[in-house]
């Protein structure tokens, strides 16, 4: 499965979830991390947690597991490191404080379709 698929089926569990204000930032000509960030909006630690099973259940189904897991317990900024792809989930008051969308300025935006 190739990147975009990954950010494709990510999107697809937040949305499952109710996650909303998501942001697809091309990464691969910025960062030699990874290709993608996801971001993504919960309105309480019960909806980010929710969001991030969501999405770890969904990659599991087609054999992919995350490296790295972090933030989930407190699940106001939650990390999850799927190497080509890594899934930003916040509690609005985190995103915006930390502004992962003005601190890669230069990253493209890729569309997310709906």
Request: glycine share 6%; aromatic share 8%.
């Amino acid at each position: 499965m190739n990147s975009r698929e990954l950010v494709t089926k990510a999107v697809k569990a937040i949305r499952e979830k109710k996650g909303n204000n998501i942001i697809i930032l091309q990464m691969k000509d910025l960062s030699a991390l990874t290709d993608y960030y996801v971001l993504a909006n919960g309105n309480s630690r019960v909806q980010t947690q929710a969001i991030a099973d969501e999405i770890k259940d969904e990659m599991a189904k087609v054999g992919i597991s995350f490296a790295r897991k972090e933030g989930y317990a407190e699940g106001r900024w939650i990390l999850l490191d799927f190497g080509n792809v890594i899934v930003h989930i916040f509690q609005e008051e985190e995103r915006e404080f930390y502004s992962l969308e003005r601190l890669w300025g230069d990253a493209k935006r890729v569309p997310c379709e709906e």
